[in-house]
């Protein structure tokens, strides 16, 4: 069966979807986007990611493509039409089609995009046995709490560290301090058993896993502190991991050439996982 992806008002076949050159997505990365996760055919933390991309366009004075009760439904349909019981559903909008001028153009009509597609198998193994990461100086712009597509940084940290035989690149910021990964959160457990990541400020994505881990964390009586922490700390810590929609609790084995718990996933990570599937399995049942 063929895809389908939504985009502007059709259902199409996932080959014949496409949107105009003029557009501002494409011309200056003049757009936000989603990604939520599909467990059993239920989409979890789906409010939190829709909240998240309401925050996102009035960050940047763009108004939803639709009411969000369409936007819904039109996901599900999304859903229903690509048969994806586990996997991701991707949205983005972006400013809309317009004469390529910098300011923001008037009475603009934005572009919305809906895909969904399957896991990636290799992210079960993943959290199985855990990944290697590497470190990156951070030159990202400073309003990373905005999801935009503007990625490009992004994107090479990625490229640094496939090429370096990692999973995940940590950005770096000039004072030595880990601010995220390019595509996750970043955890480390101290030698007295803190759960420690950064806070939520303009710095880092504010991740929708990331704060039901650690809501999942406190409830276990797991002590959390949200603070920056340096490469150093890192390197020495007990254990590692990520967190995203896309790699849930990843544990993080390596960074650089320094082996971490030993070069094996720590209990407290492993518990993690099993206290999330859990909070997973309970939205689940809600349904």
Same mark, same amino acid.
């Given at each position: 069966?063929?895809?389908?992806?939504?985009?502007?008002?059709?259902?199409?076949?996932?080959?014949?979807?496409?949107?105009?050159?003029?557009?501002?997505?494409?011309?200056?990365?003049?757009?936000?986007?989603?990604?939520?996760?599909?467990?059993?055919?239920?989409?979890?933390?789906?409010?939190?990611?829709?909240?998240?991309?309401?925050?996102?366009?009035?960050?940047?004075?763009?108004?939803?493509?639709?009411?969000?009760?369409?936007?819904?439904?039109?996901?599900?349909?999304?859903?229903?039409?690509?048969?994806?019981?586990?996997?991701?559903?991707?949205?983005?909008?972006?400013?809309?089609?317009?004469?390529?001028?910098?300011?923001?153009?008037?009475? #603009? %009509?934005?572009?919305?995009?809906?895909?969904?597609?399957?896991?990636?198998?290799?992210? =079960? /193994?993943?959290? !199985?046995?855990? @990944?290697?990461?590497?470190?990156?100086?951070?030159?990202?712009?400073?309003?990373?709490?905005?999801?935009?597509?503007?990625?490009?940084?992004?994107?090479?940290?990625?490229?640094?560290?496939?090429?370096?035989? #990692? %999973?995940?690149?940590?950005?770096?910021?000039?004072?030595?301090?880990?601010?995220?990964? =390019? /595509?996750?959160? !970043?955890?480390? @457990?101290?030698?007295?058993?803190?759960?420690?990541?950064?806070?939520?400020?303009?710095?880092?994505?504010?991740?929708?896993?990331?704060?039901?881990?650690?809501?999942?964390?406190?409830?276990?009586?797991?002590?959390? %502190?949200?603070?920056?922490?340096?490469?150093?700390?890192?390197?020495?810590?007990?254990? =590692?991991?990520?967190?995203?929609?896309?790699?849930?609790?990843?544990?993080?084995?390596?960074?650089?050439?320094?082996?971490?718990?030993?070069?094996?996933?720590?209990?407290?990570?492993?518990?993690?996982?099993?206290?999330?599937?859990?909070?997973?399995?309970?939205?689940?049942?809600?349904?």
């Amino acid at each position: 069966m063929s895809r389908i992806a939504y985009v502007n008002g059709r259902y199409l076949p996932y080959r014949e979807a496409e949107v105009h050159i003029d557009d501002r997505g494409y011309q200056f990365s003049d757009g936000v986007y989603e990604v939520v996760g599909l467990v059993n055919g239920r989409l979890f933390d789906e409010e939190p990611h829709w909240d998240r991309l309401n925050r996102s366009l009035k960050e940047l004075s763009m108004p939803w493509p639709m009411s969000r009760a369409a936007f819904r439904l039109v996901v599900r349909e999304v859903i229903r039409r690509n048969r994806v019981k586990n996997g991701i559903v991707y949205v983005q909008v972006n400013r809309g089609i317009a004469v390529r001028d910098h300011p923001f153009p008037k009475n #603009a %009509v934005p572009t919305l995009v809906i895909t969904s597609r399957r896991s990636n198998p290799a992210a =079960a /193994a993943a959290q !199985a046995k855990g @990944v290697a990461v590497i470190s990156v100086p951070d030159i990202r712009w400073k309003r990373c709490d905005i999801k935009t597509i503007g990625l490009l940084p992004n994107v090479l940290a990625r490229q640094a560290a496939r090429e370096a035989g #990692a %999973v995940e690149a940590w950005m770096v910021s000039p004072d030595g301090l880990v601010t995220e990964g =390019a /595509a996750t959160n !970043a955890w480390i @457990v101290t030698e007295d058993n803190k759960l420690i990541t950064r806070g939520t400020d303009t710095s880092i994505l504010w991740g929708i896993t990331r704060g039901s881990v650690a809501a999942v964390a406190r409830k276990a009586g797991v002590k959390l %502190v949200e603070r920056p922490f340096s490469l150093a700390e890192a390197k020495k810590a007990r254990e =590692a991991f990520i967190t995203s929609t896309t790699s849930f609790v990843t544990p993080v084995v390596k960074i650089d050439r320094t082996k971490i718990g030993g070069g094996k996933p720590g209990p407290l990570t492993r518990k993690l996982q099993d206290w999330y599937r859990t909070y997973l399995a309970r939205q689940g049942a809600a349904a």
